[in-house]
């Protein structure tokens, strides 16, 4: 039963253009949400989060918008560039009331910006 | 300020070896939260230890067992390796407070594999 999913593999997109990735979530209970960056054999690195109480979030050249009626969410990245390729993953953490727990990942989406 | 800390980077053991990864989470970090990404998989949660304690822990078998030292530094340990234990392991620390403050901040990973 996957909670968290982003259905796309991977997307290219051309430099200094927008890159948007999706991640859907079945799960009521997540409150909380986070995109990570990832490259290979290394860990992941935060970039940006929002709260359930929001519906956007930005951060210099990267936005999080949150759809709760359609349990969605996206990351907008712009303007991409060439450094910005990675796998990219989306984590959703439920609202325990005793602080932190474990996050649940999507499966990733590989971003290839191209010059 | 140094991120989150792991070592050692790679490992090789063979099936049936024990094996002990390590991790120091960031300064003031309490909770520390172990995870496995397989080969071709996402990133699986494994344990969650705050305050010496262990809070939570993933659908994984009780080979996999782990502990906190009061300067929250933490191991994870992995009895009787099997081949699909091949992973990259992941560390990440939080610092448990308000909600919707508690980003997990990931280490760069071990990279294990069992031949």
């Known amino acids: 039963d996957q909670q968290v999913k982003q259905n796309s593999p991977s997307l290219s997109v051309q430099e200094g253009r927008i890159s948007i990735l999706n991640c859907d979530y079945t799960?009521?209970?997540?409150?909380?949400f986070l995109w990570y960056k990832k490259y290979p054999a290394e860990g992941p690195t935060f970039l940006i989060s929002i709260s359930s109480i929001k519906d956007k979030n930005e951060d210099g050249r990267f936005t999080v918008f949150l759809n709760k009626s359609a349990k969605h969410l996206s990351l907008h990245i712009v303007p991409s560039q060439p450094g910005d390729s990675a796998v990219y993953f989306c984590?959703?953490?439920?609202?325990?009331?005793?602080?932190?727990?474990?996050?649940?990942f999507g499966k990733g989406t590989k971003l290839s910006v191209i010059p | 300020e140094a991120g989150v800390t792991q070592s050692p980077t790679h490992l090789i053991k063979t099936r049936g070896q024990q094996v002990t990864l390590r991790c120091s989470p960031i300064s003031g970090h309490t909770s520390v939260y172990w995870y496995q990404q397989a080969l071709g998989l996402g990133l699986q949660f494994l344990l969650w230890y705050d305050e010496g304690e262990e809070r939570n822990r993933g659908n994984f078998p009780p080979r996999f067992s782990g502990r906190q030292f009061p300067n929250y530094s933490s191991e994870l340990n992995v009895n009787a390796l099997e081949l699909e234990d091949s992973a990259l392991y992941l560390c990440?620390?939080?610092?448990?407070?308000?909600?919707?403050?508690?980003?997990?901040?990931f280490g760069p990973g071990t990279r294990l594999l069992v031949l």
């Open positions: 984590a959703a953490s439920p609202y325990s009331g005793a602080g932190s727990y474990q996050l649940t």
């Open positions: 799960n009521s209970m997540f409150d909380y």
């Open positions: 990440a620390s939080s610092l448990l407070g308000q909600r919707f403050q508690e980003t997990q901040y």
